[in-house]
């Protein structure tokens, strides 16, 4: 897979259309995270990917038990 | 190009809904704007990236009704908006170092207005609105699908000035001024815009527009569309230049912010009395700014100056008149605002 930032940084009229469906994908996938409630999804320097697992709170009980 | 004022006057026979909000919100609003042609120095790219928004999206509906599916016209207008936001070595300002790296990508320092949120704004609008939207274009009797009219709509009256000529003998009713030969005009008023698209909903037709905005998108962000100047124009002109009368309109609202473009439907609805009654005021606030261009006066409206988030002159208005000057000519830039050239 090409980096999206390499397609960004390319003249548009050398990119392929596989290149463009590429652009398509990665804006699809942080649509879906921002969805999910990312709501830093679309944001350009966020690496593409699905959104993190947020972690679990902690009850102190349950440690200390 | 035609200027929207009579000749050797400042009266305004060419109107769009932007100018006409201008007036209405402040007269001095207006003068600043309109008259002097200012605007605040960095508010060319608010303009820039809007048009660059509402043609990928105008590509788009252009491209669909020539029988591409959804993601052949996607892929057309993601294109279209990389190539439109790529800076070519015969646009550069510095040549030498455009060719050496054959162009380079459209640049702002606005975190939410730039290349990367047009992009992708423009990809979730088409995602979520594009395929299987139940607003389907109207084809109009041309043939061509009704998207980004532009209207010129001339009314039955028009200003009731003198403006100047050149040449008495080409104009009957002339009359010698202290300032030169004047004759009555002719001219009548002119309301400009541009619809963006207009559609078949839910048995209704309705005019589309599309918006975009930084602010959080609520049911208080459509209840300001009615009653509206701009909505209240689209529907006269659907209903009197293409023979369609309208419900209302749709607004597709864009919230663009730095990490997401959230995106919502609303409606504005119009009768046509309310549409009467809109060109009946209209009638009367040209016939102000008529006055105010007679007199040479645009007054403060100071009840304006905090609304709508704040108006761009407030600072200017706030200082000694004899030192606005200043200020005007360090904070803003000239523009050409004519409402006569189509988008």
Redesign the interface.
């Known amino acids: 897979m090409t980096d999206i930032a390499t397609l960004f940084q390319t003249d548009p009229l050398k990119l392929t259309k596989a290149d463009i469906t590429e652009i398509i994908k990665h804006y699809r996938l942080a649509s879906a995270n921002f969805a999910n409630g990312d709501k830093a999804a679309g944001n350009a320097k966020k690496i593409p990917g699905t959104k993190p697992v947020k972690e679990k709170s902690i009850n102190l009980d349950d440690i200390l038990d | 190009m035609t200027s929207p004022f009579l000749p050797g006057t400042k009266v305004q026979f060419a109107w769009d809904s932007t100018s006409l909000g201008w007036l209405k919100t402040c007269p001095r609003l207006y003068q600043y704007s309109m008259i002097d042609q200012w605007v605040m120095k960095g508010e060319r790219l608010h303009l820039k990236y809007g048009l660059l928004y509402h043609g990928a999206l105008e590509f788009y509906d252009r491209t669909r009704a020539q029988n591409f599916n959804h993601e052949e016209a996607?892929?057309d207008t993601?294109?279209k908006v990389?190539?439109d936001t790529?800076e070519s070595p015969r646009s550069a300002e510095d040549p030498a170092e455009m060719i050496a790296n054959?162009?380079r990508?459209w640049k702002t320092d606005h975190p939410q207005k730039?290349?990367?949120?047009l992009?992708?704004s423009v990809?979730?609008y088409l995602?979520q609105f594009g395929d299987k939207d139940p607003a389907q274009t109207v084809v109009l009797q041309s043939g061509k699908p009704a998207v980004e009219l532009t209207f010129k709509m001339e009314l039955d009256w028009g200003p009731k000035s003198y403006y100047s000529v050149d040449d008495i003998s080409l104009a009957p009713g002339a009359l010698n001024f202290s300032t030169g030969t004047k004759v009555p005009n002719t001219q009548p008023y002119i309301l400009c815009g541009h619809l963006d698209r207009v559609v078949t909903y839910a048995g209704g037709t309705y005019v589309m527009d599309r918006k975009t905005t930084g602010s959080t998108i609520s049911s208080n962000y459509f209840d300001g569309f009615t009653p509206d100047n701009q909505m209240s124009l689209y529907s006269m002109a659907s209903k009197v230049i293409y023979k369609t009368p309208v419900q209302g309109i749709i607004i597709d609202a864009a919230q663009i912010?730095?990490?997401?473009?959230r995106l919502q439907r609303g409606f504005a609805y119009r009768t046509d009395a309310q549409i009467d009654e809109w060109l009946e005021n209209t009638k009367h606030w040209l016939n102000l700014a008529e006055f105010f261009a007679k007199e040479d006066f645009w007054p403060m409206n100071d009840k304006s100056c905090h609304q709508y988030g704040g108006c761009p002159f407030r600072r200017v208005c706030s200082k000694d008149p004899n030192v606005r000057k200043n200020f005007l000519e360090t904070d803003f830039e000239r523009r050409e605002w004519n409402p006569l050239i189509p988008r």
Request: charged share 15%; proline share 4%; aromatic share 12%.
């Open positions: 996607l892929i993601v294109q990389l190539v790529w054959n162009g990508p730039n290349r990367e949120t992009i992708r990809i979730w995602d912010a730095v990490g997401f473009t």
